[in-house]
């Protein structure tokens, strides 16, 4: 069984400042992983995914995310944090030879920049 | 433009009523999948269809039904069984056939629909 643990429901941060969202990860196999942004009353948002390769990914407003496959992490990060960054934030996992199947999401993990 | 479309943004339910939940999407995609949200749950799945005329169901289906006639369409039915309907529901989309490296690509979301119980 795939599952995906966000162990922090809330990260308050400065603006400016380094962010960190957490993720861990179980899966059989290899996985892809993926990470999306919900705003109040919105549906979820693609930030960003690991699929193979450099394990520091790259994606949308400035976000990355670093795969340990190791420790079966892959945790958000963003040099500089923006007040606009307050959000929810999802991490979500698929075995790498399930096709389409549905992802599987953690519980999310609010974050709240202050100015 | 290219998405999905979630109708309505806000539905009410009076007990013992069934109501559909709308999604559309244009994205030529294959599968298709609804969710439901409450508040620190997470995301949890209903129901999901992989093709046309086909869905299976997700963790918390019971008290839902769903079908899937058209490859653009995937609508959501909360019956009256369904106890505790009071959420936020979102549809998502992805491509879907095989060989097409499906299980890497993400998927995409509508804007949602809150139902309330009156």
């Known amino acids: 069984a795939q599952s995906v643990a966000q162990p922090e429901d809330q990260v308050n941060v400065a603006e400016g400042n380094p962010l960190t969202v957490k993720c861990t990860y179980s899966v059989s196999g290899n996985p892809y992983l993926f990470w999306y942004v919900q705003y109040p009353n919105r549906g979820l948002q693609f930030l960003l995914k690991y699929i193979t390769g450099d394990n520091l990914v790259k994606g949308s407003y400035g976000f990355e995310a670093e795969f340990n496959k190791s420790q079966t992490s892959f945790h958000l990060k963003k040099p500089s944090a923006l007040v606009s960054d307050s959000a929810l934030y999802f991490c979500?996992?698929?075995?790498?030879?399930?096709?389409?199947?549905?992802?599987?999401f953690g519980k999310g993990t609010r974050l709240s920049v202050i100015a | 433009d290219g998405g999905i479309t979630q109708s309505p943004k806000y539905l009410f339910r009076k007990e013992g009523q069934n109501v559909t939940l709308s999604c559309e999407q244009n994205l030529n995609h294959d599968a298709m999948y609804w969710y439901r949200q409450d508040p620190g749950q997470g995301l949890r799945l209903i129901y999901y269809s992989q093709i046309v005329n086909d869905f299976q169901k997700g963790d918390i289906a019971e008290g839902y039904s769903v079908s899937r006639e058209k490859k653009e369409s995937f609508p959501l039915t909360v019956t009256s069984a369904q106890k505790n309907p009071t959420a936020f529901y979102l549809c998502?989309?992805?491509?879907?056939?095989?060989?097409?490296?499906?299980?890497?690509?993400?998927?995409?979301f509508g804007d949602g629909t809150r139902l309330s119980i009156l």
């Open positions: 998502a989309s992805s491509i879907g056939l095989p060989g097409q490296g499906q299980g890497r690509q993400p998927q995409h």
């Open positions: 979500a996992v698929r075995a790498r030879n399930s096709g389409n199947t549905p992802l599987v």
